[in-house]
């Protein structure tokens, strides 16, 4: 969808390094989402936020931080990252048709 | 906890059959139900949705009805074609504005 980025597209890492992934959103909604997708799991929430510096734990966020300083961007960082977190990572937003989601982000940690 | 399960696949179809995916959800309040498709190197796409019991959810060919008797969400097209090759992920809507997804069922159609 046109209205949600997330930037990098692509990323390999080396264990034990930080690493930041962006969700940009041009529609101004207040709830935001960061899944990641595993072959057998499906997509499981990371964490979530309800807007501005309103950020809560999804279901696998250990290792996980996030930040959201405007209601556009909201940040999702690997604090130093293992081969466990090599996954697709999916941003999404709340309308009220549900979730729209980006195009997802590919991380290999090795 | 709240949660969606459906038919683990892949399912294998030929071009023109009919198709049908299940899908039954915990009877957790009066939840939205919604279909997701992904199709490959993609992120997720709202296929269908159904706000409430007997709500009738359709796109594209696919229909999908929300049964509070049986808690069931199943997917349906009459005649699918190649292009239809995806996972679809079935979905509900919790009170605390979260989505839980069942795990996804890959759909492979031969021409």
């Known amino acids: 969808d046109a209205g949600i980025t997330q930037s990098p597209r692509h990323k390999v890492t080396e264990t034990g390094t930080p690493v930041t992934l962006r969700c940009h959103q041009t529609?101004?909604?207040?709830?935001m989402y960061w899944y990641r997708q595993d072959p057998g799991h499906g997509l499981r929430l990371i964490h979530y936020s309800y807007g501005v510096k309103d950020t809560d734990k999804g279901e696998v966020s250990d290792g996980y931080s996030v930040s959201r300083s405007k209601t556009e961007d909201f940040l999702l960082t690997l604090e130093s990252a293992t081969s466990s977190q090599t996954s697709v990572y999916f941003c999404?937003?709340?309308?009220?048709?549900?979730?729209?989601f980006g195009s997802g982000t590919r991380l290999t940690v090795v | 906890g709240d949660s969606v399960t459906q038919m683990e696949g892949p399912v294998t179809l030929s071009e023109e059959a009919f198709l049908t995916i299940n899908c039954t959800y915990t009877?957790?309040?009066?939840?939205?139900l919604f279909w997701y498709v992904q199709y490959p190197g993609e992120g997720l796409q709202l296929l269908l949705k159904?706000?409430?019991?007997?709500d009738k959810g359709s796109n594209k060919g696919f229909e999908a009805t929300y049964r509070k008797e049986t808690t069931s969400f199943h997917l349906e097209k009459g005649s699918v074609q190649v292009s239809d090759s995806a996972v679809y992920f079935c979905a509900r809507l919790n009170r605390d504005d979260k989505i839980i997804f069942g795990k996804g069922t890959r759909l492979h159609i031969l021409p």
């Open positions: 159904a706000t409430k019991a007997d």
């Open positions: 529609e101004n909604h207040r709830y």
């Open positions: 999404a937003t709340m309308n009220r048709d549900g979730y729209t």
């Open positions: 009877a957790t309040g009066y939840p939205s």
